[in-house]
């Protein structure tokens, strides 16, 4: 089970969204394993993923000594060297991808590096189907999302609901992204900031700022 698999959106929106998980299971494979899931990471880098996360930290960090004018000119450049340098258990390690050219590359050299871990990928089920084949293999098993469902239609628009749902543990709120997406529109911030302000949320580090690029620019010109 993965938290990734509540990110919303119709089949065809994970285009440029691709989550490749490698994680290992406790008393079987788990000797070694933090360097095995810093080598899938520095794999995953290779490949130009737009995020990564392990450890309970992502690519895109928060900061206890900032103020409130530093986001005009805050480094929206991800660090992902910090990320990998601090693998500190043997948990799940993952990237996200904005293209599945990019996702099949990092896979068939994972397949290659052979590291004995449980991997899996996350985005539409057609998309996951893809890539495992490209690089000569198919899954064992699919997982699928029951979606959402309210009667009272009290759920916010799926604007909302599609970048906030990057992050499967809710900790991207819908108040959040509602504000960065008025704060594009009244030219307060780009789109790039904001997709980075939101990453900053998601300690898992599979938040994609690239699609949510997208999606801001899609609701600023499609309101």
Not at 3 to 13: I, M, P, S, V
Not at 25 to 38: M, Q, T, W
Not at 80 to 105: L, P, Q, W
Not at 190 to 198: D, G, H, K, S
Request: aromatic share 6%.
């Amino acid at each position: 089970m993965t938290n990734t698999l509540h990110r919303y959106g119709k089949a065809d929106a994970f285009s440029d969204d691709y989550v490749v998980f490698a994680m290992p299971s406790k008393g079987k494979n788990d000797v070694g394993a933090i360097e095995k899931l810093k080598t899938f990471l520095r794999i995953c880098v290779r490949h130009g993923p737009s995020n990564i996360g392990a450890s309970g930290q992502g690519g895109y960090r928060p900061s206890r000594t900032l103020n409130p004018r530093v986001h005009w000119k805050r480094d929206l450049d991800p660090d992902f060297e910090n990320v990998i340098e601090g693998v500190s258990k043997a948990g799940t390690a993952g990237a996200v991808f904005d293209s599945r050219r990019k996702a099949v590359a990092c896979l068939a050299d994972v397949i290659a590096e052979d590291l004995g871990l449980s991997v899996n990928i996350s985005t539409s089920v057609e998309g996951a189907r893809d890539v495992g084949r490209e690089c000569g293999i198919e899954r064992h098993s699919v997982e699928y999302s029951l979606g959402f469902t309210d009667a009272h239609d009290r759920l916010p628009r799926g604007q909302l609901l599609e970048l906030a749902t990057m992050c499967g543990h809710g900790m991207v709120a819908f108040s959040l992204a509602q504000k960065m997406l008025d704060m594009v529109r009244e030219g307060r911030r780009t789109p790039e900031q904001a997709a980075a302000t939101l990453s900053r949320f998601c300690p898992c580090g599979v938040y994609n700022p690239s699609r949510a690029v997208r999606l801001i620019e899609e609701a600023r010109t499609h309101q």
